[in-house]
C-alpha cells in the first residue's frame, strides 16, 4: 500500500494549500529582493473514529485501502471498533531569485500513523506506539515547475496525475473536484511531464506519464499519454475534450507490493475494479479513453443555479499469449461512463446549497466469457487508489476523502467491480452561524448495472450528517456520521467477502480536526 495509497488522502484535502486563483496566477509580480527563496506550508489532520467495518488481516494493521467486502479483507461486524490517526504534510516550495520565476522546485512530504501502532522500526503509516522513533517520511512530490512565459507552465518529476486540465498547484480543491472528470478517472501522483498552455478563453494541456518503468531492457512498461482542452464558451460556461491514451506491457509486473498492477493482478480484487480472468497467460493491451466535461458556474460563485458532469467513451483491445507464444486478440473493451451535477444555492452564503449528483457506469455480468468486457476502467487498475471520486457527499456507499491510512466504500470505483454503476447523491448545506458554524446532509442510493450471480442489482441506501465549526481561520473542528443500509447486491457470496448471508449495514462516526499552516 505504502506512498500510493496514502497520495488520495492528500488529495481530499491538502490540494488547496498551494492552490490560488488564477488571476494571481497570471499577474506579474516583481520579485522582492529580500523575499525568502523557501516557501513552507502545512497541513495537519486528526481524526477518533467509530466503526463496525476492520480488516481481518492482521498484517494490515489498519492501513486499508478498497472496497468493502473486497480483497482488503475488511467485513462488518457487530463489533464497535475505535480508533485515532493524524497526519502531518509539510510542503516546501524553492524560489530561487537568480531565475526571477522562470523555474521552481516544488517538493511535499508525509508523516501519517495510527495512535499506538508501532515503534522502532521503518515504513510508512506508521510510528505512533510508544516512544515512537520510527523512520516514515514518505514523498508525494518533487518536481521542476517552469514558467518560460505567465501563461505556460511545465511540471517535469514526480507529480501531480489528474484527469483536469488545470494547473493543480494553481487551482483550488473544490475546482478540480467540481470540474473535469473530478478525479474519478486519474487522481493520483506519478513520474511525468505535462505542459499546460493558457489563452484569456481557451487551456491545453498535454502529457506523458512513466506509470511503471520495470526492467530497463525489457519490453515491459506502463505509459499513458493525455491530451486536453477546454474552451470557455462565455464568462460562466465552458466545454473541454479529453483523450487519454494508456500502453499496457508489464504484464502485471511491478505495482503495489505483492498484489502486482493492471488488468489482471491481485490488485483487482483489493482495490474495488474489474480483473481480466486471463488466467496465468502473459497479456498486452493498448487501452483509450475519449471523453467530452462541462460546466458552468459549478461553485455558485457566479450565481444561483450551477452545472458540472463529464461523459466518457472506454475502448480498446487486450491481447493474451497463446501456446504457440504467438498474441492472439482476447477481449474488447468497450464502456461508458457519464456524470451529472445540479446544484441551487438558496441562500446568502456559500454553504447554503442543494446539489444532485447523478453517476452512471456500463457493466459487465459475464466477465471476458464472451471476448469482450463492456465496463469502464480507471487509474485504480493500476495502483492503490490511482482514482478518488469523493466529491459527491457520500461516506459508504462511495468513499469520502477525509481520511488517513483507511480509504474504503461500498464502492470505491465507478466500475464497481465491473458490474457497473447507477446512482448519486442528494446533498443539503446550512451555514447555521454564516463562516463559522456548518450543517450539511446527504442521502444516497447505488445500484449495479450489471448483477452478480446470487444477488440482485440494489448496493445499498445511506444517510450521513456533518457539522463543522471553524475555531480559526484555517483550522476547522468536524463531527461525521453515516449508516449505509445493504441491498441484495450482497446477497451475492461473489462480492459480499464469501458469508452466507448478507452481512452487517456499515456506519461510522468520527470527529477531525484540520489545520492549513501558512
Known sequence: MKTTVLITFFLAGTMMLLAQTEADAFKEKKIDPEKKEFTFIGYYFMRSEMNNVAPTNEFLKGQVVGRIFGGNTTQTSKK???????????????TPRLFDGWAKM?????????????????????????????????????????????????????????????????????????????????????????????WSDKRLKLGFWQLYENNVDENDDVTLYEADFEYDLDIINSVGLSFWYLRDRANGEGGVSILGQGLNSSLSNYNGVFNFNF???????????????FHGNPLLNQGRFGYNGFAVLNFGTTDTLSVSRKYKAATDILGFAANLRLAYKWGKNANDFLSLDGV???????????????????????????????????????????????????????????????????????????????????????????????????????????????????????????????????????????????????????????????
Open 80 to 94: 464497535t471498533n475505535g480508533f485515532t490517526e493524524q497526519r502531518f504534510m509539510p510542503l516546501i516550495m524553492y
Open 360 to 518: 452512471f457506469t456500463t457493466g459487465d455480468g459475464n466477465n471476458i466469457s464472451d471476448g469482450k468486457y463492456s465496463g469502464v476502467l480507471t487509474g485504480n487498475n493500476w495502483t492503490a487508489p490511482g482514482a478518488v471520486f469523493f466529491s459527491h457527499g457520500l461516506y459508504l456507499l462511495l468513499p469520502h476523502g477525509n481520511v488517513v491510512n483507511r480509504f474504503n466504500g461500498a464502492v470505491i470505483d465507478i466500475q464497481n467491480i465491473g458490474y457497473g454503476f447507477a446512482g448519486g447523491s442528494l446533498t443539503g448545506s446550512w451555514d447555521i452561524v454564516p463562516n463559522k458554524f456548518k450543517l450539511k446532509s446527504a442521502l444516497g442510493l447505488g445500484y449495479a448495472s450489471a448483477s452478480p450471480q446470487g444477488g440482485g442489482n440494489l448496493i445499498g441506501t445511506e444517510f450521513n450528517l456533518n457539522l463543522a465549526y471553524r475555531l480559526r481561520v484555517f483550522m476547522d473542528l468536524e463531527l461525521h456520521a453515516a449508516y449505509l443500509s445493504l441491498g441484495d447486491f450482497y446477497d451475492s457470496t461473489v462480492v459480499n467477502g464469501g458469508v452466507t448471508k448478507r452481512p452487517q449495514d456499515p456506519w461510522t462516526v468520527f470527529a477531525s480536526l484540520k489545520w492549513i499552516m501558512f
Open 106 to 198: 516544488r517538493m511535499s512530504f508525509e508523516f501519517d500513523w495510527t495512535w499506538g501502532d508501532a515503534n522502532y522500526g521503518a515504513g510508512g503509516n506508521f510510528g505512533g506506539a510508544f516512544a515512537a522513533d520510527f523512520v516514515n517520511m514518505q514523498t508525494q512530490n518533487l518536481f521542476i515547475e517552469f514558467r518560460p512565459k505567465k501563461n505556460i507552465f511545465i511540471n517535469a518529476g514526480l507529480t501531480r496525475l489528474f484527469d483536469n486540465v488545470r494547473v493543480p498547484y494553481y487551482t483550488f480543491t473544490s475546482t478540480l473536484i467540481n470540474t473535469g472528470y473530478r478525479l474519478a478517472f486519474w487522481g493520483s501522483d506519478a513520474t511525468g511531464i505535462t505542459g499546460h498552455y493558457f
Open 279 to 293: 488466467g496465468n497467460r502473459a497479456y498486452r493491451a493498448d487501452i483509450f479513453w475519449l471523453g467530452s466535461h
